[in-house]
């Protein structure tokens, strides 16, 4: 079974920029589409971003779009998300998700790494 283990999540200032990292492990990160979500204190986890095995297609919440950029390099079997224009109410734990089955949930998931945006 993949197992993912975000990184990159830190203290930064509103208007600036981060780049979150998602190491998988296992052989078959390539086929699988991926994806950001986060969980903010008090609230449900939302949708961030995906991105399909090749990379070719991503999705981008409303919230997001125009800021932030979802990309993977499958022969490193990472996953990223460079978050740009950063506000304070993107503060949350970030968590990046595998669909290892094509038209199934997204199932694997990772601890999760928390960004904090000061004002």
């Known amino acids: 079974q993949v197992q993912l283990v975000e990184s990159g999540g830190g203290l930064v200032q509103a208007g600036g920029s981060l780049r979150l990292s998602c190491a998988a492990s296992?052989?078959?990160?390539?086929?699988?589409?991926m994806a950001w979500f986060r969980q903010a204190p008090g609230k449900e986890r939302e949708f961030v971003s995906s991105i399909r095995w090749n990379g070719g297609t991503s999705t981008y919440a409303d919230s997001v779009k125009g800021r932030f950029t979802i990309s993977r390099d499958n022969a490193k079997s990472t996953l990223y998300l460079q978050m740009n224009s950063l506000k304070p109410e993107d503060t949350a734990v970030y968590y990046c998700?595998?669909?290892?089955?094509?038209?199934?949930?997204?199932?694997?998931w990772g601890q999760g790494t928390q960004v904090t945006v000061s004002s």
């Open positions: 998700a595998a669909r290892t089955v094509l038209t199934g949930p997204y199932n694997v």
């Open positions: 296992g052989r078959t990160f390539s086929s699988y589409t």
